[in-house]
């Protein structure tokens, strides 16, 4: 089954977290981070497609640093990723 | 389209072909080396409602898939088609609405991605198994969970939920997902596993 999602992937776990609180409105998922992405804390942020570009708003506005943002795509065993977005600490 | 898949074993074959059918292949020959393969494409193919004929012998098989995937066909799963169970003989038992020691909202976060992870991955549990405070996750404070047990029972686990700590926590008319269940079944889905991973 082709899966399509997106995710926030974070510098810090506390970073995560503190976007999960933000991002609940946005039925946000917490996942284990894609194995595909690599140099980020295991903690990622799942959103579905017809909230990526609002959850994407959020977090732009949030001061949230240290974030990537990907388009995911792909079968549950072979997953791409695509950087969409990102946020320095 | 030719595929061939001599020399992988179940479920590859199944989910080999299952994804040039997704792709819009109608008219699909698989090149199979054992039985195995042979009756778990026949089952797919035959699940889905295609047409299927299988000929060769002695590890040197083809079968011949022919028809159009419904919509309803590409959302399913392969692996269940596998004679090889899709499900493994462990429990997992969630006894705490966190996973670890240490700090309360990182541990709460963990679980989410355990049970997220456990619903997405191969290799579903026979039963998942609450108790104690661990109910709290099916019971209406986490939506993210409720749904993930919710993808797990569709893949075939059972899910038992301890009746006496629902009560216990008041939240016995708040069960989301899972059945009420009691120490007898709970312990005896433990004898019976090969391996209770307790979370």
């Known amino acids: 089954m082709m ?9 810090s776990t506390h970073a995560a977290i503190e976007a999960e609180r ?9 996942m284990p981070t894609p194995r595909v992405i690599t140099a ?10 017809e909230y990526a570009d609002e959850g994407l ?23 791409t990723s695509k950087l969409l977005a990102e946020a320095e600490s | 389209m030719y595929l061939d898949a001599r020399g992988k074993q179940c479920p590859m074959p199944v989910i080999m072909a299952k994804k040039e059918l997704d ?3 109608t008219d699909l020959t698989v090149a199979v080396d054992n039985e ?14 295609l047409s299927v004929e299988s000929s060769g012998k002695d590890g ?4 011949h898939i022919t028809g159009e995937l419904t919509a309803e066909g590409r959302e399913t799963e392969p692996e269940q088609f596998c004679e090889l169970p899709a499900t493994a003989n462990y429990s997992v038992f969630v006894s705490k609405d966190h996973l670890g020691e240490g700090d309360p909202v990182l541990g709460r976060n963990l679980i989410r991605m355990a049970i997220y992870t456990l619903s997405e991955g191969d290799n579903v549990p026979k039963s998942l198994l609450f108790m104690n405070g661990g109910v709290k996750l099916v019971a209406g404070e986490e939506p993210q969970i409720t749904e993930n047990v919710k993808k797990l029972i569709s893949r075939g686990c059972e899910v038992l939920v301890c009746g006496t ?12 997902a899972g059945t009420v269940s009691n120490m007898y079944e709970i312990l005896e889905r433990m004898q019976k596993s090969s391996n209770t991973i307790t979370l």
Not at chain 1, 3 to 11: E, I, K, N
Not at chain 1, 22 to 30: E, F, I
Not at chain 1, 40 to 49: K, N, Q, T
Not at chain 2, 166 to 175: I, Q, T, V
């Open chain 2, 165 to 176: 700590c629902l009560n216990f926590y008041g939240l016995s008319d708040k069960l989301e």
């Open chain 2, 23 to 25: 792709g819009g292949c």
């Open chain 2, 36 to 49: 195995t393969a042979v009756k778990n494409l026949t089952k797919m193919a035959t699940n889905l409602g």
């Open chain 1, 57 to 79: 708003r959020m977090m732009k506005g949030s001061g949230i640093g240290s974030w990537r943002y990907y388009e995911m795509s792909g079968s549950r065993r072979d997953l």
């Open chain 1, 40 to 49: 980020s804390c295991g903690m990622s942020l799942r959103l579905e497609d």
């Open chain 1, 3 to 11: 899966q399509h999602f997106y995710v926030f992937a974070f510098g």
């Open chain 1, 22 to 30: 933000l991002l609940a409105s946005v039925k946000a998922v917490v």
């Open chain 2, 60 to 63: 040197d098989y083809e079968i």
